[in-house]
């Protein structure tokens, strides 16, 4: 089959030129390259939609750290001395999720696993004390502080690092 579409594929560029090559390459409304594409999107698994709640219960204070790769961080508040973590993965195949409490704190990573983790996206939501330290590492990602109640400290000279690590501009 392959050595029959060879030998026609041969005949049409040296019989019609460019014009019946691009014919064949269009039949079916799709080109090769189109083709190819879908056959792999069709090949990524489907229903990669993961989501669990994780409750570590601490003594005031605590730090929490959030470490992860193209991910959005949701933080609120409450009374209760206890941080919740809720993680929505999308396409979970392409992200490995860590939560991890010892004495110094909370630690949560997220990260993206090489190639399938383009396709990933991981949401977190963190419910916090009023008094907890919160630490960020994201590359890149996005933090909103929803209903905050109360003082939110954050050093300008930490929060606004420029990508390639030189201080920021202090206009």
């Not at 019609?16 to 190819?36: I, W």
């Not at 004495?103 to 907890?132: C, F, H, N, S």
């Not at 330290?133 to 000279?157: I, M, R, W, Y």
Request: aromatic residues 6%.
């Amino acid at each position: 089959m392959v050595s029959l579409l060879r030998r026609s594929v041969g005949w049409l560029t040296r019989a019609g030129g460019n014009a019946a090559l691009n014919a064949l390459m269009r039949h079916g409304g799709r080109s090769v390259v189109e083709s190819a594409v879908g056959a792999a999107v069709e090949a990524v698994p489907r229903g990669g939609q993961r989501s669990f709640t994780q409750v570590f219960a601490v003594s005031r204070p605590v730090t929490v750290y959030v470490r992860g790769s193209h991910c959005a961080v949701s933080v609120r508040q409450h009374a209760a001395p206890r941080v919740e973590l809720e993680a929505n993965l999308a396409r979970s195949f392409g992200v490995e999720l860590t939560a991890e409490q010892d004495e110094a704190g909370i630690y949560i990573v997220a990260r993206r696993k090489p190639v399938v983790g383009t396709v990933a996206r991981t949401e977190l939501a963190l419910t916090v004390p009023p008094d907890a330290h919160l630490a960020f590492h994201l590359t890149p990602g996005d933090v909103s502080f929803l209903d905050l109640d109360g003082l939110a400290q954050f050093p300008a000279g930490q929060v606004f690092v420029p990508p390639d690590g030189s201080s920021p501009d202090t206009d």
